[in-house]
């Protein structure tokens, strides 16, 4: 028996600072097209999918930053992106800025299913960047001020015949990120990225940024006995370029289909759910093999300690 979900990447080329939500939108429609012609049953865009990569600008009164957050989802403007979801009946997992009632900023991914329902809701764990404005940089990556770490942790949900969890982007540098789904029996995590090359002095002197990308989503996924969903929005914005390279690894760690562009492009892949369990009911058969007595360093402690308070462990 299989269960083959038909899964699309979504991969976005950059979105301008001035450009309207309406006209991403139909972009996003667009490529909705192109993965219904593909027989796509889940599609999934990018972290930020509605805005330019916000956070490498720095504004002194946050409140005047409310324009790149959304305060309800679906809003009349991503509405015609839901509608015509449903009517073609196809799922989607779409990453933007969330300002709550509240006032809590979040960076967040919706799964929506195949009839329009809001299945769950992701805020995002790991915050990388700064927090305050550092002007030495030609460039800021100010997500530590404009969104705050959700406590939510990882869930996973029962959608789409099997078992889906998110994640967002720099989340999946973290092993723990993919290990906390994994526990919970994941088949397939959801991931949308931005990752700005302008972090590192120069591009050119980080040929690595695409070599650790597939890295960590291979491993996490082989590691785990999962799909992982990338996906990128790449090319330049504002001068900024970001990484492209939308992919869909396989639990195997193999990497089943890949962007050729680091523009608007659909990559898409038939995923064997049951191909998960190739590798969590024999090798990584966590109920058989782990051994959370000997891990607690990983839930007690942030930083790295010491063993002992004289120094290192010795014979
Ligand atoms: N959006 C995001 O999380 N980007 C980070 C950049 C890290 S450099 C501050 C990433 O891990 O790709």
Same mark, same amino acid.
């Given at each position: 028996?299989?269960?083959? $979900? ?35 049953? $889940? ?212 990497? $089943? ?59």
């Amino acid at each position: 028996m299989t269960r083959v $979900l038909r899964v699309g990447a979504a991969q976005l080329g950059p979105i301008q600072r001035n450009d309207q939500r309406d006209f991403v939108v139909s972009r996003l429609i667009a490529l909705l097209h192109q993965a219904a012609d593909a027989r796509v049953e $889940l599609l999934v865009y990018p972290e930020l999918a509605l805005t330019t990569f916000f956070p490498r600008w720095f504004v002194d009164d946050i409140a005047t930053a409310d324009h790149w957050y959304e305060t309800a989802m679906p809003s009349p403007v991503t509405q015609p992106l839901f509608d015509e979801a449903k009517r073609l009946g196809i799922g989607f997992c779409l990453g933007y800025a969330e300002l709550t009632p509240s006032g809590q900023r979040f960076n967040t991914q919706i799964l929506v299913d195949a009839i329009g329902n809001t299945v769950a809701k992701y805020r995002k764990v790991h915050i990388p960047g700064h927090e305050t404005h550092e002007p030495d940089r030609p460039f800021q990556h100010a997500e530590r001020y404009y969104f705050t770490p959700s406590d939510d942790g990882f869930g996973v949900w029962d959608a789409f015949g099997g078992r889906i969890g998110m994640m967002i982007c720099n989340d999946r540098r973290w092993p723990e990120s993919y290990r906390v789904m994994g526990l919970q029996g994941v088949e397939m995590i959801l991931c949308g990225y931005n990752t700005p090359l302008h972090y590192v002095p120069d591009p050119t002197q980080d040929p690595l940024q695409g070599f650790h990308n597939a890295l960590v989503m291979q491993s996490g996924a082989y590691q785990n006995g999962t799909f992982v969903v990338g996906v990128a929005k790449g090319g330049v914005e504002e001068g900024v370029d970001s990484l492209a390279d939308s992919m869909i690894v396989a639990p195997s760690g193999e990497i $089943l289909a890949k962007a050729v562009t680091n523009g608007d492009e659909l990559v898409v892949a038939s995923c064997d759910l049951d191909w998960c369990a190739q590798y969590t009911g024999t090798l990584f058969n966590f109920e058989r093999y782990r051994r959370p007595e000997v891990y607690d360093r990983i839930t007690s402690q942030r930083g790295v300690r010491l063993a002992t308070p004289s120094g290192i462990n010795k014979l």
